[in-house]
Each structure stands twice: as C-alpha cells, then as structure tokens.
Antibody, heavy 120, light 108 residues
Framework: EVHLSQSGGGLVQPGGSLRLSCAAS????????MHWVRQAPGKGLEWVSG????????YYADSVKGRFAISRDNSNNTVYLQMNSLRADDTAKYYC?????????????WGQGSLVTVSS | EIVLTQSPDTLSVSPGERAILSCRAT??????LAWYQQKPGQAPRLLIY???TRATGIPVRFSGSGSGTEFTLTISSLQSEDFAVYYC??????????FGPGTRLEIK
C-alpha cells in the first residue's frame, strides 16, 4: 500500500525558513517524480514544485522560484521542500504527491498535509 | 500560463441524480487533464486522468470526457459520499501545472 508520511510544518516568522519532509513507502520511489502542492486556508490547490525520478530535473511555480528548493533522497525514499524567505502568503497546508507515472504531472497519492503558518 | 475555469461554482443536486461539472482551459491541453475530489479536512483524491481514464479504485459512476479546451466530469447517480469539492488540473507542457478554482457539489 502506498503511503506518504509528511513532517516538518509549523509556525515561522516572515523571512524565516522551514523544511518539509515526505517519506514514501509502498512503491518504487526512484521511478516516480514527486511534487508539492499547497492549499491556503479556505482556498484552492496550487502546484508548488516537482522533481524528476532521479532528482536531476526540478520545476517550480513562479510564486516560489528562487525561494524554495525541492530535493529527494532515493536511498531513503524521501522528498524535501526547503522553504526560505517565507512570506505571509506562503501560509498554507502543503501536500506532497506522487506522480501517477514516471513524470506525467497528475498525482495519484497524496500525503496527509503539513500546515505552514507564516506570521509574526 | 494555462488558466482553468470551472462551472458552476456550486452545484446543488439530489442523491441519485446526475451531476455534470465543467472545466475550460484558456488554450488546448490536449487530453492532459485530471479531476480530483476533495472532502473537508482530507487530501485530494485522483478520480480521472487523461481526461477520461478512471484512476484505480474509482467507481464507474464517475466519468470524464473532452479534449482540447472543454472538459466534463459526470457523476451518474450521486451517492452521499460524493458531495465534496471537485478540481480539474492540467498537466500539458508544464511547468506550471495549474488547477481550476473548484466546483462545490452540495446536497439539494
């Protein structure tokens, strides 16, 4: 059974940093791209970032480019999102999501979400 | 950036009836479109990908159609567990990947 277990959310001041982790199990992690999607309170879904199966290609939404960095450790089946220079509008629940193919861009399994609150 | 719009914003339907949700793209996404269901406090759930292919374990009452810029999600006979928010999402020539704003399906 596929399982994505997230950790690392919390309260951070504007300008601060936070790292989210997503530990995967139940599938061959090294053959699938992984993504992060966020949802601001009461709002819709926003794709944030994706990383290819090998980690060699990384993709970002314009809203986070230059501030966030995605990475993965295929030896530990974990994907990360390093978030720097955080702003109030980054406040959201962040979900990691498994790509439904090698790298398609649809998401067939999701983590439970990590709440990130940016506030002074 | 491809923008997705969904209609209606809210759809009120009685259990057992059919619901039709629409999604429109500002430019062609071919058939690179997915639909998700999200219930309060839960992560989204993939229903449809490739515009018309049901994801694993999705009941046959969910069906998708369309290509290019116009897409439809049909739920043939609504069950109580189907009342939720539905999002369309494109993955054509990304980044970026974008989602529609969602349609809230509520009990009439």
């Amino acid at each position: 059974e596929v399982h994505l277990s997230q950790s690392g959310g919390g309260l951070v001041q504007p300008g601060g940093s936070l790292r989210l982790s997503c530990a995967a199990s139940g599938f061959t992690f090294s053959t699938h791209a992984m993504h992060w999607v966020r949802q601001a309170p009461g709002k819709g879904l926003e794709w944030v970032s994706g990383v290819s199966a090998t980690g060699g290609s990384k993709y970002y939404a314009d809203s986070v480019k230059g501030r966030f960095a995605i990475s993965r450790d295929n030896s530990n089946n974990t994907v990360y999102l390093q978030m720097n220079s955080l702003r109030a509008d980054d406040t959201a629940k962040y979900y990691c999501a498994k790509d439904s193919w090698i790298i398609r861009g649809s998401f067939d399994y999701w983590g439970q979400g990590s709440l990130v609150t940016v506030s002074s | 950036e491809i923008v997705l719009t969904q209609s209606p914003d809210t759809l009120s339907v009685s259990p057992g009836e059919r619901a039709i949700l629409s999604c429109r793209a500002t430019q062609s996404v071919s058939n690179n479109l997915a639909w998700y269901q999200q219930k309060p406090g839960q992560a989204p759930r993939l229903l449809i990908y490739g515009a018309a292919t049901r994801a694993t374990g999705i009941p046959v009452r969910f069906s998708g159609s369309g290509s290019g810029t116009e897409f439809t999600l049909t739920i043939s006979s609504l069950q109580s567990e189907d009342f939720a928010v539905y999002y369309c999402q494109h993955y054509n020539m990304w980044p970026p990947i974008t989602f529609g704003p969602g349609t809230r399906l509520e009990i009439k």
